[in-house]
């Protein structure tokens, strides 16, 4: 077990790795003033075109060592997840950079602090979730609309809506590329050591399915400047993060 904080067994913050994901998300697709995000991308990223996205998630997550915590501790393996994230560049290499990521869990947020997602906690994440044998509800359908939004105390973070087409190839949504990060823990005094390391999370297993699309609004307090939607996007996805490893 990944002892962190310092104290060992099932009372650690975070199992160790690898960590596999599977989500269920609403995203909107838009575009944001390149002179905004790039006050939101860290060097030495660069952003590329201004296309960005956000999105409300919920999550199913178990660490390779310690896959019985699906039934011992179901509380450990689920939580939600608000995020915007910015096309960009890395030496001409494509990604995605993500300013924010709000999340529900404590064990959530230390492990992607730890990889190098920036990761704050939320008060509060809400998703439509349908459910095909609630009498008043149905399956994903063309018409069909989804919401979520993200609490931090009074504000709401982020917020967005999507009303679904038609139902896609999982190869139809928009490309990203590589995921980048920051591994960044500055000096409080001296004698202390500085952590200032651009990385890569590393992936794999990544598949997507269930991909529906149309059309979708957001809004949110992060500076992204005037936002122009895209499209909107509903999707279940599954994968693997190995760890991160530090851009040179």
């Known amino acids: 077990m990944l002892d962190h904080p310092l104290v060992p067994g099932r009372t650690s913050a ?17 575009r944001g003033e390149k002179s905004a995000l790039a006050d939101l991308v860290p060097r030495p990223f660069e952003v590329a075109d201004g296309l960005c996205l956000g999105y409300v998630c919920e999550i199913v997550s178990v660490a390779e060592s310690g896959l019985e915590m699906a039934a011992d501790r179901p509380d450990r393996t689920l939580y939600h997840e608000a995020a915007i994230g910015v096309k960009c560049e890395y030496r001409g290499r494509p990604g995605a950079y ?8 404590e064990w959530s947020l230390l492990r992607g602090l730890m990889n190098g997602y920036q990761k704050r906690l ?3 994440i809400s998703m439509t979730k349908l459910h095909p044998l ?3 509800m149905k399956g994903v359908a063309a018409g069909s609309r989804f919401g979520g939004f993200c609490m931090k105390g009074p504000e709401q973070t982020l917020s967005l809506q999507v009303q679904v087409e038609k139902e896609v190839a999982s190869d139809a949504l928009p490309k990203f590329g590589a995921t980048f990060g920051t591994r960044r823990y500055p000096r409080t005094e001296e004698s202390q050591g ?3 390391e651009p990385v890569e999370i590393e992936k794999a297993n990544s598949r997507v399915s269930d991909v529906w699309v149309g059309t979708g609004s957001l809004s949110t307090t992060l500076g992204v400047g005037k936002i122009e939607p895209v499209s909107g996007a509903v999707y279940r996805s599954g994968f693997t993060i190995l760890g991160s ?4």
Do not use: C, Q, S
């Not at 599977?22 to 909107?28: E, H, R, S």
């Not at 993500?98 to 869990?105: A, D, E, I, S």
């Open 98 to 105: 993500f300013p924010v990521m709000w999340v529900t869990t």
């Open 14 to 30: 975070i199992e160790e790795g690898p960590w596999h994901y599977g989500a269920d998300y609403i995203t909107v697709y838009f």
């Open 245 to 248: 490893k530090v851009l040179r």
């Open 122 to 124: 939320a008060d509060k």
């Open 194 to 196: 500085t952590v200032d």
């Open 134 to 136: 609630n009498p008043g």
